[in-house]
């Protein structure tokens, strides 16, 4: 127990002097609060009326910069990545990883501690942009969060760290597979390109392959194929955390497959509440914690049973 | 004499490929014992193995009462392992790394500072304590290395290639300081070396791995002996001032044999025990000695002829 509180402090200390995470959170910061302050003059913040305005707030892209979520979704993984990409095999490059091991420490606290620092330090970095951005909203908007908007931004909260949670585990993980840290940065950051950015392209056509849209298709057709693109992009936890986002920073959202216009009829736009809209998520919820956990799981079992020579 | 580390059979397999093959080690309590052998022996696994840093395929280990294998933490409490090549975090002072390196032994915070001046007092590191690690030298390092390890008041200590890439002065205060430090605090020593000049200067016994097994062990001299057999003395002895080079005049002498004329002098082997009387007897015919070759074996010697032979 000793071995993992001093190996987390340790490891927290490192990270809040290092200069890459300095750069990594100044850009997510100013990317936020510009995302924020951009919001601010758009005009689809208003549409969801003032009961949600903190919420849309998070949601609404203004003009020319995308929306806080986008920015969440897209940049995110980067802490992740940095604070894990080397997490062992640094230690092992600069000749520590030996000295650690031969302390009287249960093996497991090793990377129990750094996993524990890098979310810890990850959970202080997000909390802190959103009370800047809740700053922004409170002084340019004169708006307060209300309850619920707390609630909802929490669960938001908990679903972007978990969603870190998976970048940190597989960073980790390439750490313990690779021995040089060039290559398991290279690998983390490949990773996140593709199920970041390319994962849509992919699933586009992968889906236009096994249900190809003509101008003769049917509406079947149509809703096919989005349903196989969206399938396949679940794969990728960037897209989980979109949708779970879009589900709880908007009321309003209360399915996320695409739906005909005839199935709209006679439903009545009012609000969710947080646990309906809960509901909606709840299975991406449920597998973005698996993706993390199989992960992290993987990583733990890789590094357990690496043998550690000088 | 009580044992801190004995092994039976001791085995690791990796594959089809035994890195060490039934070694039967002990170490006696106190004792500065060097576990000897070229590059690829076996040594390093050996002392993971005591460590239960890796698992042996088969045999048994026992490290001063604990079995590694199923208390590798109690064996770790007591037993200070400094691995070869061994780093310690270049941007922290030396005072810091120790404090961390305390932490992790579970040496409470209180008594830590006290602790690290007393053993940065012991390396002779004590005005350096302010520093940082990187601007050490590597026989600076091997010290501080030396400091983290006396930082847990170990039993034993497990030093692997203690003396590897260090200039010939930091060689000296290293072998000089392992000495001090057996005899002072009475620890158990096991130096783990290809270096042997210098091990045999320090050690008590020595083991001498080759090709993953143990070949030989004891001290130096009963080493030799199992390695080169029984070694004669060398005697050089030149006649007086003006007398010619006569051989006949030796007749009646005992002990000496395979006289041979080199030079103005002659060379021959001597029996030991009859020293006293060949060098009286030589005066007596009027020779002078001048060079008495004792027995000693060194291990170069050994090394050499061993390897060659097998």
Redesign the interface.
Known sequence: MTGIKTIFWKEMADHFGSKRFLVIASIIVLASLSSAYGAIGSQELHSFGREYLFLSLLSTSGGTLPSFLFFVSFLTPLIGIIMGFDAINGEKQRGTLSLLVSQPIYRDSIINGKFLAALAVSALMIAGILALIAGVSISKLGIVPNTEEIVRTLVFYFATLLYISFWLSMAILFSVLFDKTSTSALASVALWIFLVFFVYMVAGIIADHMAPVTQNSTMEGIMKNERIKIMLMRASPAYLLQEISMAILNPAVRILTPLTAEKLQGLIPTPLSVSQSLMVVWPQLVILCALSIVCFGISYVAFMRKEIRS | MELAVQTIELTKKYGSFTAVDKVSLSIRKGEVFGLLGPNGAGK?TTI?ML?G??EPTSGEVSVLGYNPVKEP??V??VVG?L?????????LTAGENLF??A????IPVEGRDKKISQVLEMVGLLNSQNALVGTFSKGMRQRL?IA?VLL?DPKLVIL?EPTNGIDPEGIEKILSLIRSLAKDLNVTFLLCSHMLYQVQRVCDRVGIMYRSSLVASGTVEEVGKTILGEKKGIIKFRPEKGVGLRQEALNGLDGLSEVRPLGGHFVAHFEEDKLALIMRGLLDRGFVPFEVGGKDYSLEEIYLRYFQGV
């Open positions: 390093t993971l460590l840093l890796t933490i109690s770790k409490r392992y691995p070869e090549n061994v780093d310690f975090y270049e941007d961390y390196m932490g992790l032994n579970g290395g983290a847990k692997d």
